[in-house]
């Protein structure tokens, strides 16, 4: 089973890895509840199993990149009665610390050894191996896949036990959160002023006032276009509830995220919740009355 790698999960970020992966030499077999993605990858070269169970006994590393904690749970469970043993299944999705260690007791009680990994990064990031992974959990096992890793990744850190790669994750969507929205605020503010917004997306990057949001996002909203989504906002919601409540019950306040708050949930409002999270332009243009020329 050596170079083999399988994933559950094979959406924006899933697919995109799996992708790396077969392009590195990897043989990646996956499974996904939607039979469209699988076959999308399968004319790749990806080899798509007809459940969690048929992909546990091809390979023994496992990576799960799922949109909830019932999916990810649920992954887990078909992996624990699997009749399969000695799998290290790494967790890549935003989830809650709970849910993290819910599927951890799953897995472990089953003789597996669950990692957590969450990735930072965007779609578009992971197309092109741009991302960073926050990898917690048995250090021997996280060293074992750095060669899969390099395949998809720009950097994987080993920050310790289980569950600090989700505190780590929290802490730096917390701040993506807050930049997609600066980033926003800052487009409108010189559209109204009647800066060329192409100028401003090209410009800001090479000043103090950028950041990495911002020159992801950016050219989305200069071009007012949030498809395809690298992040959509309703994926994104369930992020954002994650992370507020993670603040709130270590006692830590967050004004600047909780403001960020009701933009997210306009945009929802506004029927954008399929559109990239950069589409908040659109709902503080709306605010601003900006009329683009």
Known sequence: MANVIGIVGLGIMGGAMARNLLAGGWRVVGFDTDAAKMAELAAVGL?????????????RAILTSLPSARAVLATAEAIAASLTEGRVVVEASTLSLPDKLAFADVLTK????????PISGTGAQAAARDLVIYASGD???????????????????????????????LVANLLVAIHNVATAEAMVLGMKAGLDPAQVAALIPGGAGNSRIFELRAPMMARDDYLPATMKVDVWQKDMDVIGRFAAELGVPTPTFSATLPIYA???AQGLGGSDTAAVCAVLEQMAAVVRS
């Open 47 to 59: 080899e798509p199993c007809a459940s969690v169970a048929a992909m546990a006994s091809q390979t």
């Open 110 to 117: 089953a003789g597996h050894t669950p990692l957590d990994c």
């Open 139 to 169: 250090s021997d096992a996280i060293a074992a896949l750095r060669p899969c890793w390099a395949a998809f990744t720009k950097a994987v850190h080993d920050v310790g036990a289980f569950g600090n790669g989700t505190r780590l994750k």
């Open 266 to 268: 306009a945009a929802m």
